[in-house]
């Protein structure tokens, strides 16, 4: 079955520091995402990548940086953290090769900044 | 971009009754669709996915519908259950390897 691993499953940072949040999936997928998820709101797309040492940005970049070292592993850093970063962040892949492909999300990191 | 509204925020039925969940979208050339199911302190998973060319989609408990002239996704949850209690969240993906979703739908089914 897809696996999607995301690590830490929760982390408290202090205001200016530096977070790290990983991404490892063993689905052979080309395409990996991070999103993050406010409280009572959807998804909203950070990052992406659809090939090791590239990525995109997403919609809401500012503030974020990411990494794809290889195909199985996607990072999301957060070089100063901010109040307004507190969410839950997903990680997702896909074998995206033109529309309608499925997204396998991982459990989510839980990320309060304080 | 593609601009994803979803109604209503929450929503909460008795059990046994019908729980209606609809998405609009702007971008007429969207292609592809998608439902998923968020249950508390879980990740997302995929519930149904629909392609432009089908507007009616049966699944195991629920329907979804898909009108394209409106621009309306809609997941119809027929005799829902306790079980169905969850996030739901509708995707749009116009072929760019992108998906945009709704704001959810946080489902609460009454015993």
């Known amino acids: 079955e897809a696996a999607v691993t995301q690590s830490p499953r929760s982390k408290v940072a202090v205001t200016g520091g530096k977070v790290t949040l990983s991404c490892h999936q063993t689905n052979n997928h080309d395409y990996m995402y991070w999103y993050r998820q406010d409280t009572g709101h959807g998804l909203r797309l950070i990052h992406y990548?659809?090939?090791?040492?590239?990525?995109e940005k997403g919609d809401i970049p500012d503030g974020y940086k990411a990494s794809r070292p290889s195909q199985e592993n996607f990072s999301l850093i957060l070089e100063l953290a901010s109040l307004s970063q507190t969410a839950v962040y997903f990680c997702?892949?896909?074998?995206?090769?033109?529309?309608?492909?499925?997204?396998?999300f991982g459990s989510g990191t839980r990320l309060t900044v304080l | 971009g593609e601009q994803v509204e979803q109604r209503p925020p929450h929503l909460s039925v008795r059990e046994g009754d019908s729980a209606f969940i609809t998405c609009t979208y702007t971008d007429p050339n969207s292609y592809y669709f998608f439902w998923y199911k968020q249950e508390p302190g879980a990740s997302l998973q995929l519930l149904m996915k629909v392609f432009s060319s089908t507007e009616i989609n049966e699944g195991q408990g629920f329907t979804v519908l898909l009108n394209k002239k409106d621009k309306r996704l809609s997941l119809n949850l027929t005799a829902a259950h306790p079980g169905d209690s969850a996030a739901y969240f509708c995707?749009?993906?116009?072929?760019?390897?992108?998906?945009?979703f709704g704001g959810g739908t946080r489902l609460t089914v009454r015993p």
């Open positions: 997702a892949s896909s074998d995206w090769t033109g529309g309608g492909e499925t997204l396998y």
């Open positions: 995707a749009v993906d116009n072929a760019g390897a992108k998906l945009t």
């Open positions: 990548s659809y090939v090791a040492d590239s990525t």
